[in-house]
């Protein structure tokens, strides 16, 4: 076992040992309910595989990356995890449609695009008041954290049985499904070797069979080489492997000045510890953005229907919060320029089209949203007015004086150009001769006037 996962396995091994909370109250091993605000979860309490201890955490890697790609554990038999999260995409959609199908027939479509699974594999638990420690100032910036669009599980093992059991994605009808399938997957006998503990067949305990399973994928999905390489020109350049671009280097200027760009306040672009550890681009915060409706999707045929992210419809927890409402976690940047779809509802379909909304949101409404019957733009058509008060209007959104946008166009090209250099898979060129290193946060900070 290497050093990195045997620290891996230490530091699970405590997360398997721990129940698990939902809403404030303590699961301890029960199965709950499948409801559109959480998955039902299973506790830590087996941990315990072939040889009477936790299995090495190669295995469990091993074992989540085939479950993660069997088609085999869904209803139709076509969709696995990675046809939504492909590895050739950095774990996002392989396309460029606003939400992927699924369901029985592969003819189902939800409401929210896929996300990429790099860089969000250790988000902090969700909380109503977080408190950046490393921003100095101490203050509540509301809700943060969480896993998904709205942030409604923290663990990885409870997201994992969310599309199993969605009925517009993998559409097991309930658990007895899930585990049936596994047993009939051609990994099933190598399963049932690894999780077993002495004189028993976990294949014949279908609370182990699912608490396994979703251990295996949590596992997985804290796989370095997967899902954080860091392997972008951007993380070459902190390591003092590259040089960027003259452009890309007037991008990274755009992208963190705080009357310009002014990304990084969501999506920080240094690291924030005494020690080297590369930033993620986002603070898993929550924003509304005014994001436009998209048409296209099935559920949005009915005018009365909102995603409105935090207060609803999946999550029910905070349906008495009208102040968060339209409010979504900021996604990572990293990566992004590989995406072809964005936003929680994949309503736009370019990086720079993204940029340039957020520019000339509020300088030509009519580009983004639908019309009224006396052909005015529908200014944050995709939210009830009582909410819009919710909206971000922040640089860049704010436009500068004689209402015009914050970037020219020669300005989006080059914010573009830096965000390129976040895409991993970066290679350096054969002849290129290494600059000085930049170990140190401050050596970052100097090239930034955002340290957030």
Partial sequence: MTLRLAGLTLGLITLLATPLT???HMLDGQLLACGNDAPPVITGRYNKGANGDTPPAE???EMGRKIFFDPGLSASGQQSCASCHNPAHAYGPPNA???QPGGPGMDEFGVRAAPSLRYVHAPQNFTEHYVDLMDNN???SGPAGGRTWDGRVNAAREQALMPLLDAKEMANRNLSEVAARLRKAPYAAEFDQVFSPPGTHILDDEEGVISWLTTAIEFFEQSPEDFHPFTSKYDAYMRGQ?????QEQRGFKLFNDKNKGNCATCHPSVATSSTVIYPRFTDFEFASLGVP???HLPANQDASYFDLGLCGPMRHDMQDRPEYCGKFRAPTLRNAALRHSFFHNGVLHSLKEVVEFYVTRDITPQRWYGKDAQGHAQRYDDLPARYQGNVNTDVPFKPLPGNKPRLTQQEITDLLAFLGTLSDGYEAPANHATPAKRTT???LASHSTSSR
């Fill in 59 to 61: 295995k469990l890697v």
């Fill in 22 to 24: 939902h809403a404030g």
């Fill in 138 to 140: 101490g203050q509540d």
């Fill in 293 to 295: 409706r998209n048409r």
């Fill in 242 to 246: 590259a040089q960027l671009t003259k």
């Fill in 97 to 99: 449609l606003s939400v």
């Fill in 441 to 443: 946060t401050a050596s």
